[in-house]
């Protein structure tokens, strides 16, 4: 999409563009400080590999600084051919104030000699959206009322920006700024580098745009939500059409810009930047390890911490010290794997974690080990994957192997311990009967709870199989459930040993994932099948379904799962005698 500069050009002085004469003399004599706001003591709010942002005061006026210094090669093409993120930034905020629209005011931009910055009045007080978003949700019917005023704020703040040829190639919640000085919605947009004009936008380039919106703000949105949002975009961008033909266009989009953004977030995980690393250490082993979390689901108190390479190198400097010491806890010991529990002090973190050592007797195993990464690998990308894809799992820390050749030798996975109790213990706790008559929740609120868990059970299969994840070994055990009065309960799945990504997931592979949760809900007394019927239920509706004719995958359900405890049944007995026979 080609871009349109402002006529209007900043005022310059020397090798600074300044907006106005007020700038200029507001800034004689501090330009040293901007070009060095490190040495002057400024506040580094934001970094990343492209910027760093800086808060400042200069006399008494709340500044922010943003240097540009991005190394990739289409920074250094831009850079060569005379195009600055910064200037360029500078020019959109002046299109968009004359247009009515609020952006951060521009004081000066600077770009010569490998320096680039531009400099703005801070936006204060204010929130970014997606966390007044997050914080909002939380206040319940009060909360929901103000959610819908700015849900119209910023459909038509949007629909201007759209209606004078502006698109924001970078369009999420963290980009949009709320005053909360003022009682009525006032947003500001930020970030005004990745912006481009036309003379006219197409209504593709609209959709794809809107796209990047929605796939930000889609699990924390409902459907009536979204289309109150293109309720009020529609007229203020200008454009005409019909509100279902708006929805299904942008939808589209979405779709695709999600799974875009997941395989790029794919390609991360196995990677190193400022999240993941991959390291090397003596007796051939290597490994990825996380130096931070962007997600922090399942309660983790380490996706809020960041790790350092050196703190990596000493802690895995000896792998089997991790299975050594007076904290170790051996929660399980056979022939399939070794699992302990222990206290893993990370420089001045200390994190309580499960480290697993799978062992691989069976000489088929060892040998597809070849062609494949190992447990450990494949568990710690599919882990990162699930929370990506905001699906609540134990965060994998940490994944090494060694190998001689191709051959696997040994390899562990440490992942943080997850503080809730599997699916079992929690319906016992919380919705048992006790035989003192002292309950912990009143029978309404049981009721409550139990139709709420059992209903995130299906939604969480559903999300699990929408994203095309298979997993073989979904049962109780390997399901926790976190939750606490007040709030809504949390669904986390652990030991990922059973989950795979697969190309194509069919009808058969959804039913057998549908089963297997079903017969762990078929072996915890307390569930019936209205229970039973409320997980399939929670699985099979979506938005706009209306009326859903669940009798024939009920049955359907039935006939499978009396099938498989019938399986695990004759199993069963085979392990008991073979243990009985004599040697």
Same mark, same amino acid.
């Given at each position: 999409?080609?871009?349109?500069?402002?006529?209007?050009?900043?005022?310059?002085?020397?090798?600074?563009?300044?907006?106005?004469?007020?700038?200029?003399? @507001?800034?004689?004599?501090?330009?040293?400080?901007?070009?060095?706001?490190?040495?002057?003591?400024?506040?580094?709010?934001?970094?990343?590999?492209? #910027?760093?942002?800086?808060?400042? +005061?200069?006399?008494?006026?709340?500044?922010?600084?943003?240097?540009?210094?991005?190394?990739?090669?289409?920074?250094?093409? #831009?850079?060569?051919?005379?195009?600055?993120?910064?200037?360029?930034?500078?020019?959109?905020?002046?299109?968009?104030?004359?247009?009515?629209?609020?952006?951060?005011?521009?004081?000066? %931009?600077?770009?010569? /000699?490998?320096?680039?910055?531009?400099?703005?009045? *801070?936006?204060?007080?204010?929130?970014?959206?997606? $966390?007044?978003?997050?914080?909002?949700?939380?206040?319940?019917?009060? %909360?929901?009322?103000?959610?819908?005023?700015?849900?119209?704020?910023?459909?038509?703040?949007?629909?201007?920006?759209?209606?004078?040829?502006?698109?924001?190639?970078?369009?999420?919640?963290?980009?949009?700024? @709320?005053?909360?000085?003022?009682?009525?919605?006032?947003?500001?947009?930020?970030?005004?580098?990745?912006? +481009?004009?036309?003379?006219?936008?197409?209504?593709?380039?609209?959709?794809?745009? @809107?796209?990047?919106?929605?796939?930000?703000?889609?699990?924390?949105?409902? #459907?009536?939500?979204?289309?109150?949002?293109?309720?009020?975009?529609?007229?203020?961008?200008?454009?005409? %059409? /019909? @509100?279902?033909?708006?929805?299904?266009?942008?939808?589209?989009? &979405?779709?695709?810009?999600?799974?875009?953004?997941?395989?790029?977030?794919?390609?991360?995980?196995?990677?190193?930047?400022?999240?993941?690393?991959?390291?090397?250490?003596?007796?051939?082993?290597? %490994?990825?390890?996380?130096?931070?979390?962007?997600? $922090?689901?399942?309660?983790?108190? *380490?996706?809020?911490?960041?790790?350092?390479?050196?703190?990596?190198?000493?802690?895995?400097?000896?792998?089997?010290?991790?299975?050594?010491?007076?904290?170790?806890?051996?929660?399980?010991?056979?022939?399939?794997?070794?699992?302990?529990?222990?206290?893993?002090?990370?420089?001045?973190?200390?994190?309580?974690?499960?480290?697993?050592?799978?062992?691989?007797?069976?000489?088929?195993?060892?040998?597809?080990?070849?062609?494949?990464?190992?447990?450990?690998?494949?568990?710690?990308?599919?882990?990162? +994957?699930?929370?990506?894809?905001?699906?609540?799992? &134990?965060?994998?820390?940490?994944?090494?192997?060694?190998?001689?050749?191709?051959?696997?030798?040994?390899?562990?996975?440490?992942?943080?311990?997850?503080?809730?109790?599997?699916?079992?213990?929690?319906?016992?706790?919380?919705?048992?009967?006790?035989?003192?008559?002292?309950?912990?929740?009143?029978?309404?609120?049981?009721?409550?709870?139990?139709?709420?868990?059992?209903?995130?059970?299906?939604?969480?299969? $559903?999300?699990?199989?929408?994203?095309?994840?298979?997993?073989?070994?979904?049962?109780?055990?390997?399901?926790?459930?976190?939750?606490?009065?007040?709030?809504?309960?949390?669904?986390?799945?652990?030991?990922?040993?059973?989950?795979?990504?697969?190309?194509?997931?069919?009808?058969?592979?959804?039913?057998?994932?549908?089963?297997?949760?079903?017969?762990?809900?078929?072996?915890?007394?307390?569930?019936?099948?209205?229970?039973?019927?409320?997980?399939?239920?929670?699985?099979?509706?979506?938005?706009? /379904?209306?009326?859903?004719?669940?009798?024939?995958?009920?049955r359907l359900l039935e006939e499978w799962s009396a099938r498989k405890l019938n399986q695990q049944?004759?199993?069963?007995? #085979?392990?008991?005698?073979?243990?009985?026979?004599?040697?």
């Amino acid at each position: 999409m080609s871009t349109t500069d402002d006529n209007t050009a900043p005022e310059s002085s020397g090798k600074i563009h300044f907006a106005d004469e007020a700038a200029a003399a @507001l800034l004689a004599g501090h330009i040293d400080q901007c070009n060095h706001p490190d040495s002057a003591g400024w506040q580094l709010v934001k970094q990343n590999p492209s #910027r760093s942002v800086y808060r400042g +005061q200069i006399d008494g006026a709340d500044v922010y600084l943003k240097h540009y210094h991005g190394r990739s090669l289409s920074h250094r093409l #831009r850079r060569l051919l005379g195009r600055s993120d910064a200037l360029r930034e500078m020019q959109f905020a002046k299109y968009l104030t004359a247009n009515g629209i609020e952006t951060p005011c521009p004081l000066a %931009g600077r770009f010569d /000699s490998g320096i680039e910055w531009l400099l703005s009045h *801070a936006v204060a007080p204010a929130e970014a959206a997606d $966390q007044w978003h997050e914080r909002t949700l939380r206040q319940g019917s009060a %909360g929901k009322r103000a959610i819908q005023t700015y849900i119209a704020a910023i459909g038509t703040l949007i629909g201007k920006m759209h209606s004078v040829g502006v698109a924001h190639w970078d369009l999420h919640c963290g980009n949009i700024m @709320l005053k909360t000085s003022s009682a009525e919605p006032q947003l500001v947009l930020m970030d005004l580098h990745r912006m +481009q004009r036309r003379r006219r936008l197409s209504r593709r380039a609209m959709a794809a745009n @809107l796209a990047q919106l929605f796939h930000d703000r889609y699990h924390f949105t409902t #459907r009536t939500e979204r289309l109150r949002f293109l309720k009020h975009y529609i007229p203020a961008s200008g454009r005409g %059409g /019909s @509100l279902r033909g708006w929805q299904m266009l942008v939808e589209d989009f &979405a779709s695709r810009h999600t799974k875009k953004q997941y395989a790029q977030r794919d390609r991360r995980i196995v990677g190193s930047n400022r999240y993941f690393t991959r390291l090397k250490f003596a007796a051939g082993w290597r %490994g990825h390890v996380v130096l931070a979390s962007k997600r $922090q689901l399942g309660g983790s108190k *380490a996706a809020g911490l960041t790790f350092t390479t050196d703190q990596w190198r000493k802690i895995l400097a000896d792998p089997d010290s991790l299975f050594q010491g007076p904290d170790v806890k051996v929660i399980k010991d056979s022939g399939s794997s070794m699992i302990v529990r222990r206290k893993l002090s990370i420089g001045p973190h200390e994190i309580d974690v499960y480290i697993k050592r799978p062992r691989t007797k069976r000489l088929a195993k060892r040998f597809l080990n070849i062609f494949r990464p190992s447990r450990p690998f494949r568990a710690f990308k599919l882990g990162h +994957q699930l929370l990506a894809r905001r699906i609540a799992t &134990a965060l994998p820390l940490a994944a090494i192997e060694r190998r001689t050749g191709p051959f696997l030798d040994d390899s562990i996975l440490i992942a943080e311990a997850v503080d809730a109790p599997h699916l079992y213990d929690f319906m016992e706790t919380w919705l048992g009967n006790s035989p003192k008559g002292d309950l912990p929740l009143t029978p309404p609120q049981q009721r409550q709870l139990a139709q709420e868990v059992l209903r995130q059970l299906g939604r969480m299969l $559903q999300h699990l199989h929408d994203n095309n994840f298979a997993h073989r070994d979904l049962k109780a055990t390997n399901i926790r459930v976190r939750w606490s009065p007040g709030e809504s309960p949390e669904i986390v799945l652990v030991d990922l040993d059973g989950l795979s990504m697969v190309r194509f997931m069919t009808a058969r592979r959804k039913f057998q994932g549908l089963m297997r949760l079903n017969v762990s809900l078929l072996q915890c007394p307390i569930v019936n099948h209205a229970g039973q019927l409320r997980m399939l239920l929670g699985y099979l509706r979506r938005p706009g /379904s209306g009326r859903i004719h669940f009798k024939p995958y009920w049955r359907l359900l039935e006939e499978w799962s009396a099938r498989k405890l019938n399986q695990q049944i004759r199993s069963r007995r #085979r392990r008991q005698k073979a243990v009985r026979r004599p040697a």
